[in-house]
């Protein structure tokens, strides 16, 4: 579930389900989330969600880190080590750099210019740091999976973040799949939106992405390694854009999901 912040403003939600619902937020990441549970379904349970939103071009925040916010925006996670080949590279990228605003930039456009958006054979998708650090390709996930473990093995707290993307022509359509981005911390300054992946694609805009999200896109939810509220059964989630389901208490791989998008009238120009 969307909710509104300094970007996004969720105007309203009209929820479809078979029985009731529960909205809960995690405790960790803040993320909301539609929970339906259905018991002894006789044919396919069917959840539709329309959501009417405005969105906002992201240009950075500042505020102050606590110390547990910093030390979660520091800290590996399985997918995204800060030891290794991605402490060895990121080191290397910031030589010689004395300030945060100078190393977050260089890890930008070091991983920016060595990686290729590139969704061709496997290993990609998965947000898989060492996979993107060896293979140079990858989509979303795989950019700023390396993004975000380069900048945190050298003390830059970052963090992820997953949505809808919209694309600039307004009108409608349908959305293909999720797409992904990052925030940097440095001091002084807050927090600084960075898009690596869309910047690889669209190198007119390298110098935009590194201290901007543009307004389409819709954020859902933050942060990877998740357990939701009520918690799974299953482990963890990698990360959580797609609806997931359990079935007796395991994970149900097979579910479907589409995706489509209006701008209305009467807020056409502000996604």
Partial sequence: MPVTDENQTIHEVSIQAPGPVTIARDGREGNHALFVSVENPREDVSIALTIRATRLENAGRPGALSPD????????????????????????????LRTDAEKARAIYEKVTGMMKYDKSGTGWGRGDALFACDAKRGNCTDFHALLIGMARSVGIPARFAIGLPLPEARGSGVIPGYHCWAELYIEGRGWVPVDSSEASKNPMKRDYFFGHHDENR??????????????????????????????????????????????????????
Avoid: C, W
């Fill in 69 to 96: 916010e910093r030390a979660a925006d520091l800290a590996a996670e399985p997918l995204v080590p800060i030891d290794g080949v991605i402490r060895d590279l990121a080191v290397e990228t910031v030589h010689g």
């Fill in 218 to 271: 819709l954020e859902f939810s933050r942060g990877r390694n998740l357990t939701m509220a009520p918690p799974q059964q299953g482990p963890p989630l990698n990360f959580f854009i797609y609806p997931y389901a359990e079935v007796d208490g395991k994970p149900h791989a097979a579910v479907d999901h589409a995706f489509t998008f209006d701008d209305l009238p009467e807020i056409r120009g502000r996604r």
